[in-house]
């Protein structure tokens, strides 16, 4: 019996040092992708070059919330990101680097909040590790977004850091700064307040006399800050941060998919044992900590799965649901392990069960890393395209791509995603109005050459085809420049005016 014994114990021993060297190495290959993609001079995802406008914009001095118009139309999104890029652009230049240096810093972030989460929580490093492996293993499930020149890594780092304040500090102090994080992650992306709302009603249950800080902070500086926002621009704050957004359509049927493809399939273990986690402190944690659990988990992925609704949303919105996953999952492998190896050799087996089945979990979400670096043929077509962009005399239209005429030192036009939202979501006279003026602009010819994708919004066909014909496409290839995460696309076609 002992030398079973002894056997079971290596290999519990083998399953945890080789459990904890794939979770290592999951972080590890993050930190070497987003170190190779952060230099890369193009687009990653297809958005990223609008972030770019929105950051030069601040820079430049101009109103980043304005009358929608063929120059410039923003993302419907708050400024908080695209003020914190621009800083950091401002220090180390133009291009992607500093907008997704923020991403990659926010992200890494991410994992050290995951990890000190669960340590704190169960006083193991091991399965603290557990878990910001398991987070980073999931990049690639989220569409390889974290190190993108997008808001979404700031979002969670932001709100991470506030459930960790709300988790471990009791201090008036800390649920004062805790509002002012929800506060900064609404400004950052607005689904942060139905995320955090959970979170804000355990407060108020939990003790009502200290949640008032909190709740008060939010309340004063998301209503303070929005009626100054608006007042600053015209009103047109309210319009792109609350307005477009309530008319965005909801496909019910995503909700089943969120928890079958987003959620069961692709984390089977994780998920079972998150569930194992709650379960099991809802019925034996102090009632604190079972409510904490139990609102952290409906906020974060509850907030993911309304995210997830919206038909033209991506798989970056499951960062949130991800991360709780990972926390819980960390934290119920620590029970589990604990009762495992609390009493005598015979739970033995059940602990290796146990690390058997995260290994298979972990090696389940391998990928292939080299698929998500742009290669030496991606980086010549960007440069040629460029030298393209250079010999064209006057203006250039790239609605899908607007950052591209900057490169050469020329103006950036309106994005074609945010054209869209507005052309999706409003029906009222500010749609007729930019339709109008972008028609003008095609009939009076404006621009030297127009740069299209494979697809275009069908109401400026007729006004594009009766006043541009298409010259060539823009790549001999048809394997390079594509962008590497969200939509798949690529300059395609140039358009040049029609000589009358």
């Given at each position: 019996m002992a030398m079973k014994t002894d056997t079971l114990g290596r290999y519990s021993k083998f399953l945890k040092v080789a459990l904890l060297a794939i979770a290592l190495l999951y972080i590890g290959t993050y930190i070497v992708l987003a170190f190779l993609r952060i230099r890369y001079p193009f687009e990653l995802e297809w958005m990223e070059g609008g972030s770019l406008d929105q950051i030069y914009r601040i820079l430049a001095g101009k109103a980043l919330y304005a009358r929608p118009s063929p120059e410039f139309v923003?993302?419907?999104?708050?400024?908080?990101?695209?003020?914190?890029?621009?800083?950091?652009?401002?220090?180390?230049?133009?291009?992607?680097?500093?907008?997704?240096?923020?991403?990659?810093?926010?992200?890494?972030?991410?994992?050290?909040?995951?990890?000190?989460?669960?340590?704190?929580?169960?006083?193991?490093?091991?399965?603290?590790?557990l878990a910001s492996g398991l987070f980073a293993a999931t990049y690639r499930l989220s569409g390889d977004w974290l190190d993108v020149a997008r808001v979404d890594s700031l979002l969670l780092f932001l709100l991470l850091a506030m459930l960790y304040l709300i988790r471990f500090k009791t201090s008036p102090g800390s649920y004062i700064l805790a509002g002012v994080l929800i506060s900064l992650s609404f400004f950052t992306k607005q689904t942060a307040l139905l995320i955090s709302l959970p979170i804000m009603l355990y407060c108020a249950f939990l003790n009502w006399r200290r949640s008032i800080l909190l709740i008060c902070t939010v309340a004063a500086l998301i209503g303070i800050s929005t009626l100054i926002l608006n007042y600053i621009y015209d009103g047109w704050f309210n319009y792109y941060i609350f307005y477009l957004p309530r008319y965005h359509p909801l496909v019910r049927s995503m909700f089943v998919s969120f928890w079958t493809t987003d959620l069961i399939s692709t984390l089977p273990v994780a998920f079972i044992m998150a569930i194992f986690c709650v379960f099991i402190q809802l019925s034996n944690s102090p009632h604190e900590t079972s409510l904490f659990y139990f609102s952290m988990a409906a906020g974060m992925i509850g907030g993911a799965?309304?995210?997830?609704?919206?038909?033209?949303?991506?798989?970056?919105?499951?960062?949130?649901?991800?991360?709780?996953?990972?926390?819980?999952?960390?934290?119920?492998?620590?029970?589990?392990?604990?009762?495992?190896?609390?009493?005598?050799?015979?739970?033995?087996?059940?602990?290796?069960?146990?690390?058997?089945?995260?290994?298979?979990?972990?090696?389940?979400?391998?990928?292939?890393?080299?698929?998500?670096?742009?290669?030496?043929?991606?980086?010549?077509?960007?440069?040629?395209?460029?030298?393209t962009l250079?010999?064209?005399?006057?203006?250039?239209?790239?609605?899908?791509?607007?950052?591209?005429?900057?490169?050469?030192?020329?103006?950036?036009?309106?994005?074609?995603?945010?054209?869209?939202?507005?052309?999706?979501?409003?029906?009222?006279?500010?749609?007729?109005?930019?339709?109008?003026?972008?028609?003008?602009?095609?009939?009076?010819?404006?621009?030297?050459?127009?740069?299209?994708?494979?697809?275009?919004?069908?109401?400026?066909?007729?006004?594009?085809?009766?006043?541009?014909?298409?010259?060539?496409?823009?790549?001999?290839?048809?394997?390079?420049?594509?962008?590497?995460?969200?939509?798949?696309?690529?300059?395609?076609?140039?358009?040049?005016?029609?000589?009358?």
């Open positions: 923003p993302f419907a999104y708050p400024p908080v990101y695209f003020y914190v890029a621009a800083l950091a652009s401002s220090i180390l230049g133009a291009g992607f680097l500093a907008a997704r240096l923020v991403s990659v810093v926010s992200s890494l972030g991410c994992f050290l909040l995951i990890f000190l989460f669960v340590k704190r929580e169960t006083g193991s490093r091991f399965s603290g590790l799965c309304f995210s997830r609704l919206n038909p033209d949303s991506y798989t970056n919105v499951l960062f949130p649901a991800y991360a709780a996953v990972s926390i819980l999952f960390g934290t119920a492998i620590s029970m589990l392990l604990k009762f495992a190896g609390e009493a005598t050799s015979a739970r033995r087996p059940l602990e290796i069960f146990v690390l058997l089945l995260c290994t298979i979990q972990f090696v389940s979400l391998a990928y292939n890393p080299l698929q998500l670096v742009p290669t030496r043929e991606d980086w010549e077509a960007g440069n040629n395209l460029v030298n250079a010999q064209i005399k006057g203006d250039v239209f790239v609605p899908y791509h607007s950052y591209l005429p900057t490169l050469v030192g020329k103006s950036s036009f309106a994005h074609g995603a945010a054209v869209g939202d507005i052309f999706q979501s409003d029906e009222g006279a500010v749609r007729t109005a930019l339709l109008d003026e972008i028609k003008q602009t095609l009939r009076e010819k404006r621009f030297s050459a127009i740069i299209l994708d494979s697809s275009y919004s069908t109401s400026l066909l007729e006004d594009l085809d009766r006043n541009y014909v298409m010259q060539r496409p823009v790549f001999d290839s048809q394997t390079v420049f594509w962008t590497l995460t969200g939509l798949k696309t690529r300059p395609e076609f140039i358009y040049v005016p029609r000589s009358n």
